[in-house]
């Protein structure tokens, strides 16, 4: 009997299985882009082909380098066509297909995650990507039978977005993904337990196995391997990232007061309280910075998390800038720092591009920020002394102006946009900056909107008290007043929807000079600014708060540059080509343009009809042909029905012995004759014989006795096929009972009669003995009796 891997039916249960395994684990790519669904729904129809396809390959058990071959290039035009509406892949669709491509490659690195509506998609990275995750698990789990190794395809595509965003997934979703991951395990584990067979009861020295435990057992290794994947990550200490929320124990989460709410509570102190002193024989210390806030909730920032091994002691030289190419200019200067008993804080003051420091074993940096922090939790700066190296960098307006994106240089948390986040935000960070063409120009057009054009004003009589949260950004972009920490906060969230990597800077602005020299820090120096990432420049510095705080911005932030007539960042300024300006209505009349016009590529789609029925023509034309011959010879008379039935039995994979008589290859048919079966359970090697369709072999007899004295009577009598038409069904059916399933198809879509090939010999494959003592007939009889058949 057939192995119960073998049948259509286990086929397409496997592989909708290992679909919905894969396509659940896309859905944990949501979190990428709004309007997921665009991508879901279609990548769902693609896997529903491309497993489909597999199914009926692996059934018809066509080699496994032809399965993959022929998914891939489905997938590959299911691909095209869903994202440009033909899968035919003519020149021109083609280039539309790496345009939008381009186009999302583009927005990929220009926006964070979640992609917002109204920019290029990245729906063509998605539908690409998923289409792989499908192709892959089901290569793997179902034609080459390894279904645990499919979990690795899975878990790579599961922790795709925790490694993009790094928020986690949800818990439901990894529960559904590891029960259809542990099904697929189980049935396949099962399917080797039956084919490997079972002793009957009470049988001894045969092999047996017991079917309940190997797969009881299968099902804990792969219960085992899943609880693993969720445990270890939270408890090796050199693991940074779990499949749930939280970190390992060994890093440190720092746990420290809110900077934000130092910040209000020094802006709000009745006395002007000094905190610290710097010492130096550089230039004034302005903007000295104690934190970035790199997360962004939707409501406020917060510092993130940190990881600060003993490795990282604040005692030494640090790591090299990030992202300042050598050939920025630099001077580099040292101070020397004295903090006062009032500034208590868990955060170290220093520059923002500072190279050594030496504070001592209780403060380490983080690799991520350059942010000094104190190792245990009873350190503060209070009473501390300390010194740095500071750099000041000469920045060239041109080159930043000139930078490629740099989402992809530095780490998610400084790129990522909530998915709460009001589109109101991102429809006015868009409309404010649509003239500028660069990501600096609109980084440069922003600061000049919260400074002068917009209409903003600083008063610190919005600062609210030291126990409360977050503002309201869009109540303080609909206000225009606010303080500097809603200015750098609103810039900064605003750059990132743009495309432009971004933080939040926490310090004091500008110092007064002390009596024995040095720089005075108070309380009311404390500020807050945004800093944008540019590769090639690093962290730059840029000031939104308005002249009544920050009287002067940096001189490279007003830097002007020459029109330019194409966008050299098209991804981060085609949301804007959407958006009319302000007070602007849509051109009516191309509206009207555009409603008269259809959406639908009517000739791509008619030439691709057109040209799958030229391929469904040619592919019928041998069926066709074969049964077009049909239809003649059985219109004919009895030579025309053996022939009729040599090409049947050719068509089924034998060679017709040429040159024998008809009795004799009577015989020689007889022996391939088998039990026709109607009820879809056909074995894969059935018995053949006269014996095992006496009525096929009784009407095979009368074709062959008709055929005799049609040729060799002394009063040749006329036979007409029609009169012998049942006995051929009945032959033909014996006879492809007696051949596997995938011979009969292949006889009746690309048959041997009209196509050639298939065997040379003509010996039955039955028993070779048989076969060989056919061949040892007396010479004398063969010369008498094998006359032309």
Excluded at 163 to 170: E, K, Q, Y
Excluded at 264 to 284: A, E, H, I, M, N
Excluded at 439 to 466: I, T
Aim: net charge negative; hydrophobic share 45%; charged share 20%.
């Amino acid at each position: 009997m057939s192995a119960p891997w073998s049948t259509l039916p286990h086929q397409l249960r496997m592989a909708g299985i290992a679909l919905l395994a894969a396509w659940t684990t896309v859905l944990s790519w949501r979190v990428l882009t709004e309007g997921f669904a665009e991508v879901g729904v279609p990548l769902l129809l693609i896997g529903v082909v491309l497993a489909g396809a597999g199914a009926v390959a692996r059934w018809q058990r066509i080699p496994a380098a032809g399965i993959v071959s022929a998914q891939v290039v489905i997938g590959a035009l299911l691909v095209l066509g869903t994202t440009t509406g033909s899968p035919l892949p003519t020149p021109g669709n083609v280039d539309v297909f790496v345009a939008a491509l381009q186009d999302a490659l583009e927005t990929s690195r220009s926006y964070a995650a979640p992609v917002q509506l109204g920019v290029p998609p990245v729906h063509p990275l998605l539908l690409i990507g998923g289409a792989l995750v499908v192709l892959l698990v089901d290569v793997i789990a179902c034609t080459l039978r390894r279904a645990p190794v499919a979990g690795l395809v899975l878990l790579a595509a599961y922790t795709l977005p925790v490694a993009v965003t790094g928020d986690a997934v949800s818990w439901w979703l990894f529960a559904v993904i590891a029960a259809l991951f542990l099904t697929l395990v189980f049935i396949q584990h099962s399917d080797h337990v039956t084919s490997w067979g079972r002793a009957p009861d009470g049988e001894k020295g045969s092999f047996s196995v017991r079917t309940g435990a190997i797969a009881n057992t299968a099902l804990a290794l792969g219960a085992t391997a899943i609880a693993l994947a969720v445990v270890v990550p939270a408890a090796v200490p050199t693991m940074s990232m779990s499949v749930f929320e939280g970190n390992g124990p060994g890093t440190r989460e720092v746990e420290v007061q809110d900077p934000m709410v130092d910040l209000r509570r020094d802006l709000r102190r009745g006395v002007d309280v000094p905190l610290l002193w710097v010492t130096t024989s550089g230039p004034r210390p302005s903007y000295l910075r104690y934190t970035v806030l790199s997360r962004f909730s939707g409501s406020e920032w917060t510092p993130g998390d940190r990881e600060i091994p003993e490795s990282q002691s604040a005692t030494g030289a640090l790591p090299p800038l990030d992202g300042v190419a050598l050939e920025v200019p630099r001077r580099e200067f040292k101070y020397d720092v004295r903090v006062g008993p009032d500034f208590r804080s868990t955060w170290l003051p220093i520059a923002a591009q500072t190279t050594r420091i030496a504070a001592s074993s209780d403060w380490r940096y983080d690799v991520n920020t350059r942010d000094v922090i104190a190792a245990r939790e009873d350190v503060t700066t209070a009473d501390s002394t300390y010194d740095f190296s500071g750099v000041q960098l000469t920045y060239d307006a041109d080159s930043m102006n000139s930078a490629v994106s740099g989402a992809g240089s530095v780490a998610g948390i400084f790129t990522e946009v909530p998915s709460t986040l009001n589109n109101e935000i991102r429809r006015l960070a868009a409309s404010v900056t649509a003239d500028a063409p660069t990501r600096f120009q609109k980084a440069q057009v922003l600061q000049q909107w919260f400074r002068e054009d917009g209409g903003f004003r600083y008063d610190l009589g919005q600062v609210p008290s030291a126990g409360d949260g977050g503002a309201d950004l869009l109540a303080f972009l609909d206000e225009r007043v606010g303080y500097c920490e809603q200015f750098a906060a609103s810039m900064a969230i605003m750059a990132r929807v743009l495309g432009i990597p971004s933080r939040v800077a926490v310090g004091f602005l500008e110092p007064d000079r002390a009596t024995n020299g040095s720089w005075e820090f108070s309380s009311r120096d404390a500020h807050a600014w945004p800093e944008l990432y540019f590769p090639g420049s690093g962290w730059v510095r840029f000031e939104p708060t308005p002249q009544a705080r920050a009287t002067q911005p940096p001189e490279y932030t007003e830097a002007e540059f020459e029109a330019v007539t194409e966008t050299a960042s098209p991804s981060a300024s085609s949301s804007t080509e959407l958006l009319p300006e302000r007070g602007e209505e849509p051109d009516a009349e191309a509206a009207a343009a555009d409603d008269g016009a259809s959406s639908i590529p009517w000739v791509p789609i008619l030439a691709g009809l057109v040209g799958l029925g030229l391929v469904a023509l040619l592919l019928m034309t041998p069926r066709l042909a074969r049964a077009a011959r049909r239809r003649r010879r059985l219109a004919g008379d009895i030579e025309d029905l053996w022939v009729e039935l040599r090409d049947v039995a050719r068509d089924l994979g034998h060679a017709w012995p040429e040159g024998r008589s008809p009795r004799r290859a009577g015989d020689w048919l007889g022996r391939l004759l088998a039990t026709p079966v109607r009820d879809g359970s056909r074995p894969d090697r059935p018995r053949r014989g006269r014996d095992q369709a006496p009525e096929a072999a009784q009407a095979l007899d009368r074709l062959v006795a008709a055929l005799e004295r049609s040729r060799y009577a002394r009063d040749p009598e006329t036979f007409t096929a029609d009169r012998f038409a049942g006995d051929l069904d009945l032959v033909e059916e014996a006879l492809a009972a007696g051949v596997t399933p995938r011979d009969v198809r292949r006889a009746a879509w690309w048959p041997a009669s009209v196509v050639g090939g298939r065997r040379t010999s003509w010996r039955s494959r039955t028993r070779a003995g048989q076969a060989r003592s056919d061949t040892t007939a007396d010479e004398s009889v063969r010369s008498v009796d094998e006359l032309v058949g």
